[in-house]
């Protein structure tokens, strides 16, 4: 059973970086689609960027050209380097995994069946 663990929030200013990561418990990480999405208390769960297992990328609207997902299988590690953080990126963020080699085009968000407990990101004005 896949388990996944989250670290590297925080609290920032606008205009701010964070680098959340996002440890799996197997070697066989390399055969998951993977991806980060985050939740605010008044806001649905949206995902945030998403991974596949030949690092294909893509980002929703409201993150693309600031934020970079990322995976080290080496070292069984999803990243997300979020640059320029604005209060709107306020949330807890979890990462998400799938078996499986999904072309990021076609995975629905729906399959991701694997979550981390969330680290909470908080951008002050």
């Known amino acids: 059973q896949l388990q996944l663990v989250e670290s590297g929030g925080g609290s920032v200013q606008a205009g701010g970086s964070l680098r959340l990561s996002c440890v799996a418990s197997?070697?066989?990480?390399?055969?998951?689609?993977m991806a980060w999405f985050r939740k605010a208390p008044e806001n649905k769960r949206e995902v945030v960027a998403q991974?596949?297992?030949?690092?294909?990328?893509k980002y929703s609207d409201s993150v693309k050209g600031r934020f970079t997902i990322s995976r080290d299988n080496t070292k069984n590690t999803l990243y997300l380097q979020m640059n320029s953080l604005q209060p709107e990126d306020s949330a807890v963020y979890y990462c998400?995994?799938?078996?499986?080699?999904?072309?990021?085009?076609?995975?629905?968000?729906?399959?991701?069946?694997?979550w981390g407990q969330g680290t909470q990101v908080t951008v002050s004005a």
């Open positions: 197997l070697d066989t990480v390399s055969k998951y689609s």
């Open positions: 998400a995994a799938v078996e499986g080699a999904w072309d990021v085009t076609a995975v629905r968000l729906t399959w991701y069946n694997y």
């Open positions: 991974i596949d297992t030949q690092s294909i990328s």
